[in-house]
């Protein structure tokens, strides 16, 4: 099972490098299918055929297919040997406290924010304007950011100390993008993004995953 071969749809965008850098954690070998957002490459019949949702990012293994970038990196995790320093808890409390920042980071910071500002204000001539709305995600993004600051002002080099996990790549990833929209970070959160994207696995996915797109 864990040699069956893997195989990545997807590059260039936040949620393809989520599962960039979680493979390059783990150090494990993978095809890329090097497929776009609005290209018309996710609107293809084969691609549909593997992932119906004709999103980015989709994982192959063997026989299984995996998409939502938070279930991907849940699920390299739970089925590939844990590198040092990588934390992933076996037992059950454990897991819903990293369970419980990935998924704060997936609808607070996510979905709920840095998707409307990206589609209402990077993307408005497919998704239209709405100004009030995006003001609106702006501030909810810099309240749920406080909070999360808080967090990380306790936990040490990452959220759960010294020992990084797939709580870390969804923060980060989502902070990175709060960035890229010039939201202010507090101060606590700019130090721990900048902590976790000095990770080797980070610059290699980055540059793999952007490779000719953006510097
Ligand atoms: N909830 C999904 C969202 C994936 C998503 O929105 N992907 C965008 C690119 S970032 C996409 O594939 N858009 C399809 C298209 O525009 O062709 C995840 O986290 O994986």
Same mark, same amino acid.
């Given at each position: 099972?864990?040699?069956?071969? &893997?195989?990545?749809?997807?590059?260039?965008?936040?949620?393809?490098?989520?599962?960039?850098?979680?493979?390059?954690? !783990?150090?494990?070998?993978? #095809?890329?299918?090097?497929?776009?957002?609005?290209?018309? =490459? %996710? /609107?293809? #019949?084969?691609?549909?055929?593997?992932?119906?949702? /004709?999103?980015?990012?989709?994982? /192959?293994?063997?026989?299984?297919?995996?998409?939502?970038? @938070?279930?991907?990196? *849940?699920?390299?995790?739970?089925?590939?040997? %844990?590198?040092?320093? !990588?934390?992933?808890?076996?037992? @059950? /409390? *454990?897991?819903? $406290?990293?369970?419980?920042? +990935?998924?704060?980071?997936?609808?607070?910071?996510?979905?709920?924010?840095?998707?409307?500002?990206?589609?209402?204000?990077?993307?408005?001539?497919?998704?239209?304007?709405?100004?009030?709305?995006?003001?609106?995600?702006?501030?909810?993004? &810099? $309240?749920?950011?406080?909070?999360?600051?808080?967090?990380?002002?306790?936990?040490?080099?990452? &959220?759960?100390?010294?020992?990084?996990?797939?709580?870390?790549?969804? &923060?980060?990833? +989502?902070?990175?993008?709060?960035?890229?929209?010039?939201? =202010?970070?507090?101060?606590?959160?700019?130090?721990?993004?900048?902590?976790? =994207? *000095?990770?080797? *696995?980070?610059?290699?996915?980055?540059?793999?995953?952007? =490779?000719?797109?953006? %510097?």
């Amino acid at each position: 099972m864990a040699d069956d071969k &893997l195989i990545l749809w997807g590059r260039g965008s936040g949620r393809t490098m989520r599962v960039r850098w979680m493979l390059e954690e !783990f150090g494990l070998t993978y #095809d890329i299918k090097p497929i776009q957002s609005r290209t018309g =490459e %996710t /609107q293809t #019949d084969t691609y549909a055929a593997i992932n119906p949702k /004709q999103k980015i990012p989709t994982l /192959q293994h063997g026989d299984i297919v995996i998409t939502e970038s @938070p279930a991907i990196i *849940s699920y390299i995790a739970d089925n590939f040997d %844990t590198p040092q320093g !990588f934390y992933v808890p076996e037992d @059950p /409390q *454990s897991r819903a $406290k990293v369970n419980e920042w +990935c998924f704060f980071s997936a609808m607070e910071l996510d979905a709920h924010t840095i998707y409307i500002i990206r589609r209402h204000e990077g993307l408005p001539e497919i998704y239209g304007q709405a100004p009030d709305a995006v003001a609106s995600a702006r501030e909810y993004y &810099l $309240k749920q950011a406080n909070a999360v600051a808080a967090q990380v002002a306790t936990g040490g080099t990452y &959220l759960f100390g010294e020992l990084f996990s797939i709580a870390d790549i969804m &923060l980060a990833t +989502c902070l990175n993008a709060g960035l890229r929209y010039n939201i =202010e970070l507090p101060k606590a959160l700019d130090a721990y993004l900048a902590r976790a =994207e *000095s990770r080797p *696995s980070y610059r290699r996915a980055f540059d793999l995953n952007y =490779e000719g797109l953006r %510097t």
